[in-house]
């Protein structure tokens, strides 16, 4: 099993992410890490019509993710993964499982926040979560798309707060 790419999107599979990514990649799976989505049927079949075909797509809770992540489930697999959000991520990582890099690619704070990037706008408590998983070792990256240079994202935040 290797993870080719952990990327928070808050739309989580779409055009961008299964086409552009998926492709770029070489995916074979994109595993959309999400409790809400987990149990929800509607929101599985919106997402299983937005993946491309020659890609397999499971959608787990998070703590599923971690026995899966930790067997490894899918030894064969270039696995991309695909979260909604830093919440997510720190449920995660509370359970054992650390992600060595991680790209925020569309996040966007609905009440405000503080733009980092074209996509990416943070709460306050995003950015103490950010933080605090990066003193614990997630490197943050952002890349919206495969062809742009990846950026530093705690360089960024640190500018802007």
């Given at each position: 099993?290797?993870?080719?790419n952990?990327?928070?999107?808050?739309?989580l599979?779409?055009?961008q992410v299964?086409?552009?990514w998926?492709?770029?990649?070489n995916?074979t799976?994109?595993i959309v890490?999400?409790d809400g989505?987990a149990?929800d049927?509607v929101q599985?079949?919106?997402?299983?019509m937005?993946c491309p075909?020659?890609v397999k797509?499971?959608?787990l809770?998070?703590?599923?993710?971690?026995?899966?992540?930790?067997?490894?489930?899918?030894?064969?697999?270039?696995?991309?993964?695909?979260?909604?959000g830093i919440?997510?991520l720190?449920?995660?990582?509370k359970?054992?499982?650390?992600?060595?890099e991680v790209n925020?690619g569309n996040l966007?704070?609905?009440e405000?926040g503080i733009q980092?990037?074209?996509?990416?706008?943070l709460?306050?408590?995003?950015?103490?979560l950010?933080?605090?998983l990066?003193?614990k070792?997630i490197k943050?990256?952002?890349q919206?798309?495969p062809?742009?240079?990846k950026?530093n994202l705690?360089?960024?935040?640190?500018?802007?707060?």
């Amino acid at each position: 099993m290797e993870i080719v790419n952990v990327r928070i999107d808050e739309r989580l599979v779409h055009a961008q992410v299964a086409a552009v990514w998926a492709s770029a990649l070489n995916a074979t799976r994109i595993i959309v890490i999400d409790d809400g989505a987990a149990q929800d049927e509607v929101q599985q079949v919106a997402l299983k019509m937005a993946c491309p075909k020659s890609v397999k797509l499971t959608i787990l809770a998070a703590d599923r993710a971690v026995e899966k992540l930790k067997e490894p489930a899918y030894p064969d697999d270039r696995i991309f993964i695909v979260m909604k959000g830093i919440k997510t991520l720190n449920k995660i990582t509370k359970m054992g499982y650390i992600f060595p890099e991680v790209n925020i690619g569309n996040l966007n704070d609905k009440e405000g926040g503080i733009q980092i990037r074209r996509s990416v706008r943070l709460s306050d408590e995003q950015i103490a979560l950010i933080l605090d998983l990066h003193e614990k070792g997630i490197k943050f990256v952002s890349q919206l798309v495969p062809s742009e240079d990846k950026v530093n994202l705690i360089d960024l935040i640190k500018e802007k707060v």
